[in-house]
Each structure stands twice: as structure tokens, then as C-alpha cells.
């Protein structure tokens, strides 16, 4: 993870390859082309450099490369903001040494604890880059009893996704969540590819899942900053919930996640019985306890 030269080779590459001379404008002689997608002297055409200049880039070198050249490169490729993003921190991480990355958090101010219990009516969470749960609500605790029921440490989305075979029962749709996952752990590392403790999640998951390692290596990239979460929980059955990812600026690389569902709905009375079950089952331990280092 941390080779960043053959990152931006297999990420330039593939995204070269999904696109087809057709969806580039570009017309196609003859039908017998090499390649699926488009050549490389395609792509330097139509960001405007030279072939031998796209080649370097392609080969790792992004070093010293413009904003207005990486735009190029972005619209050629029909890049999203996410793709657009992983590719300018590849180009960060290709330049000079920087200063490092503060780690990703483990603990939360007492502050941030006082908010996620102000929300008492639905379930809330923060979460690090690497996916670690570092505190929650009361419901959101019974929300995701599944996930602090795993007793590895500390409590993360991700682990328990590749991991735990209660996964698949719990997310409905698992697929589609567990390409999230890798595509959003792989942002991560392209903001912070030199993370002791996130290499060591992405080793971890790496040799111990064969899904992990065919996900990670599409090298799909993603925000997750708003959606529609299904669930089926051990306790209140099907949960179709509406989730917000909100940044805290005052946390640098901390996210909280609440989710809600519309008013007199089957899930927002389902939330109703998750409390009330959620006040008598309150662990024992806190969830700071429970997941630090």
C-alpha cells in the first residue's frame, strides 16, 4: 500500500481500461484493438501531453505534476470526485517527503461523547479513516450490537464486514457493502498510505479474505457521505435507515454517522422498540473501553 509508484501505475491503468474509444469520442478502425480500453497515445491526445510524458506518468511518476495536467488526466478518464481526489493525494504522496499525517484518533474529547447522548432519538456513531467505531449513543450501540459483539479489537465496520459471517445476515445488502468498504479504506490510504495501524488492518484483511483482497485490488475508490442503510437486526428484524456522514472540524479525520428514517414508518417504529430494548440491555462496558489499541 505503501509503494506508491505502483499504485498510480494499476490505478492509471485501470481506469484507462474502462474507457472505450467510443465513450472517449474517438473513432475505431478495424476491430482488432488490443486493449479494451484506450491506448495509452489516446489518453496523452486527449489530455494534451505527449506519449512519451503519459508514459512516465502511468509508469509512477507523478512527481512535480501540475494541478492543470492532473485535470487533464481527471477529465480523459472520466474520473468522479472521489477517483479525482485519490489521484491528486497520489500526486502528494509521489512528491517530495512531507511531514506525516497526525495517526487517526483512538479516543474522542468528552465534548464529542455529550453530543452523540444529546441525540437521543436516533442511533449515532464516530468512526476514524480506518473505520474504527471510537464512541456512540445508547442507540446506536444497539444499532450495531452485531458489530461490538465481535470480539476482536478495537469495534470496526470493516472488520466485521470481511470477518465475522454475521455480516452477510446483518447487511441486506452485503455486496454493495462490502465494496464500500474496501473502496473507502483504499481512500483513506491515499490520503494516508503510511499508516502503521491501517496498513496493518488492510494486511489483516488481506490474508485472512479472499473477498478483501478481489475488492481491494479494483482499486475503486468512494465517498460515503450519505445513503440508505438496510439492515436486519437480531432484535427488531428490517431496517431500511437514511444515514449522514458529517465531519468534525474540530476532530481532523474523525466522522460521525447518524441515521434516521421518516416519521410513522415501519423503521422509525422499529427505532421505538430499539430503545426500549436499548435500556435494558445497556453493556457494561463503555465503548471507548472496548475499543482502544
Known amino acids: 500500500m505503501a509503494d506508491t ?25 478495424g476491430g482488432n484493438r ?39 488526466l481527471a477529465r480523459t478518464l472520466k474520473l468522479d470526485a472521489a477517483e479525482q481526489e485519490y489521484l491528486f493525494d497520489l500526486a502528494r504522496a509521489a512528491g517530495p517527503a512531507r ?6 484518533s483512538t479516543t474522542i474529547r468528552p465534548a464529542v461523547q455529550q453530543i452523540l447522548d444529546a441525540v437521543s432519538d436516533a442511533p449515532a456513531w ?9 464512541a456512540a ?3 446506536g450501540r444497539a444499532l450495531y450490537s452485531p458489530v461490538f459483539d465481535d470480539p476482536r479489537r478495537p469495534v470496526n465496520t470493516t ?26 479504506l ?11 495501524e491501517l496498513i496493518k488492518l488492510v494486511g489483516e484483511l488481506s490474508t485472512q479474505s479472499e473477498l478483501f483482497r478481489e475488492r481491494w485490488a479494483s482499486r475503486d475508490v468512494m465517498h460515503h457521505r450519505s445513503g440508505v442503510k438496510r439492515l436486519r437486526h437480531p432484535v427488531v ?4 435507515l437514511n444515514f449522514e456522514s458529517m465531519e468534525l472540524p474540530s476532530e481532523p479525520g474523525l466522522v460521525m454517522n447518524v441515521y434516521t428514517a421518516p416519521a410513522g414508518s415501519p423503521t422509525a417504529d422499529a427505532l421505538q422498540v430499539l430503545a426500549s430494548w436499548a435500556a435494558t440491555h445497556e453493556p457494561h462496558e463503555s465503548v471507548e473501553a472496548r475499543t482502544t489499541l
Open 5 to 29: 509508484r505502483a499504485e498510480i501505475k494499476e490505478f492509471l491503468s485501470s481506469r484507462r481500461a474502462r474507457i472505450t474509444p467510443d465513450a472517449a469520442g474517438l473513432p475505431v478502425y
Open 34 to 72: 488490443r486493449v479494451a480500453g484506450l491506448r495509452r497515445e489516446e489518453v496523452a491526445m486527449l489530455a494534451g501531453v505527449s506519449v512519451d510524458y503519459y508514459v512516465r506518468l502511468e509508469r509512477g511518476n507523478l512527481a512535480g505534476v501540475s494541478e492543470s495536467v492532473l485535470d487533464a
Open 99 to 104: 511531514k506525516p499525517r497526525a495517526r487517526a
Open 126 to 134: 464516530v468512526r476514524n479513516g480506518r473505520h474504527d467505531i471510537l
Open 137 to 139: 449513543n445508547r442507540l
Open 159 to 184: 472488520r466485521f464486514t470481511y470477518l465475522n459471517p454475521a455480516a452477510r445476515i446483518f447487511w441486506r445488502d452485503y455486496d454493495q457493502i462490502a465494496n464500500d468498504a474496501a473502496a473507502m
Open 186 to 196: 483504499r481512500m483513506e490510504a491515499g490520503r494516508n498510505p503510511h499508516d502503521p
Open 237 to 240: 428484524g428490517d431496517l431500511d
